[in-house]
């Protein structure tokens, strides 16, 4: 029987009461689908070398970025068949028709997370008319197999871009930009239904409607079972904890977005 492990990490206790639905989706999904399930504590970061935590001290996310592949690669080298990551903040809000078996028989061994995000075109100067989409992938879901050919490379290749970095270093640098650069170079496989939620898109949805939803919606995505509601983004101008609270409520009676 293979062995599959589902990691999740967050500093303790969290932050904003919302996350705990999510971890709990998470958390739940892993245990109906027979998975074993793992929350990292404050140990999480212990896998990095010293120089990293020291570069990003005020951008932690991105020795978070490279602490999560360290642990997929120490689980795997431990003798797992596959090694999952979500973070705290995806919720599984439909566990039954969030299934990756398809693309665990497929050669690569591997699969990222889908992003389509919906932002206003000029960010500065929001209309209510001008938004654009990006397709994207994102790392707040993550698959890898053991044997699989991509995590080492994608690793040791972040890392070294962070050590060659000498300016100011964005927030997504090795994460979603890094993965996504790749992405268009060699076609990653894509867990499609592994989404991400921009707060315009979620503010809409509480509307249900609203530009950003309309264009998301017209662009024939693939249905959404999971999403990533980027806690980084909350309490802006946008949105704000209660919103995503009722978000939460509605995805998890509905199932669908």
């Known amino acids: ?33 027979g998975y074993e399930y793992q929350f990292l504590n404050d140990t999480f970061f212990d896998i990095l070398p ?19 592949l ?21 919720l599984i809000f439909s566990p039954h028709t969030f299934d990756i078996e398809t693309l665990r028989q497929a050669p690569e061994g591997y699969a990222l997370g889908r992003e389509i995000w919906v932002q206003p075109k000029d960010l500065e100067h929001p209309t209510p008319t001008q938004f654009k989409a990006y397709k994207k992938v994102h790392n707040a879901f ?9 995590l080492n490379f994608y690793a040791s290749h972040a890392e070294r871009l962070l050590a060659k970095n000498k300016g100011q270093t964005p927030p997504q640098f090795i994460g979603p930009k ?14 499609e239904n592994a989404g991400m939620l921009s707060p315009w898109l979620i503010k809409d949805k509480l509307n249900n409607e609203g530009p950003a939803l309309s264009l998301y919606r017209k662009g ?21 904890d209660k919103d995503i609270e009722t978000l939460i409520e509605q995805l998890l009676a509905t199932n669908v977005f």
């Open 142 to 150: 993550l698959q890898f197999q053991k044997g699989n050919h991509f």
């Open 220 to 240: 024939n995505h693939h249905p959404l079972a999971a999403a990533n509601l980027c806690s980084s983004l909350i309490d802006n101008e946008v949105l704000h």
């Open 70 to 90: 360290r642990w997929i690669q120490r689980n795997l080298n431990a003798g797992y068949d596959c090694v999952m990551w979500m973070d705290a903040d995806f």
């Open 1 to 33: 029987m293979e062995k599959i492990l589902i990691l999740q990490s967050h500093r303790q206790p969290l932050p904003k009461d919302w996350l705990t639905p999510c971890v709990d989706s998470v958390k739940n999904w892993a245990q109906l689908k």
């Open 178 to 191: 890094l993965l996504t650069a790749l992405h268009n170079i060699v076609q990653c496989p894509v867990q």
């Open 50 to 68: 010293t120089w990293v935590i020291e570069k990003t001290q005020s951008q932690i996310v991105i020795a978070t970025d490279l602490a999560r």
